[in-house]
């Protein structure tokens, strides 16, 4: 799988939640896990994970695709 970021740069170089899309005509979202708490409110499927991304992640996501 190839990815390539579509948004989610952190100033300090360091790594954050980001959005990257793949050659297979899907997206990769990076993100902080949930905790214990937050996952029992969620029903997933094995193999599903859900993870925690900023709102103004996906806004530049948009942007991004809007061109």
């Known amino acids: 799988m190839r990815l390539s970021r579509i948004a989610g ?3 300090d170089g360091n790594t954050c939640p980001t959005v990257y899309e ?5 997206v990769v979202v990076q993100g902080y896990r949930l905790g214990a708490e937050e996952l ?3 029903a997933l499927p094995d193999g599903e994970a859900a ?3 900023p709102v103004a992640l996906l806004a530049e996501v948009v942007r991004a695709h809007r061109g």
Do not use: F, L, M, S
Request: aromatic share 0%; net charge neutral; glycine share 8%.
């Open 22 to 26: 793949t050659d297979r005509g899907t």
């Open 51 to 53: 993870v925690e991304i």
């Open 40 to 42: 029992a409110k969620i």
């Open 9 to 11: 740069q952190c100033p």
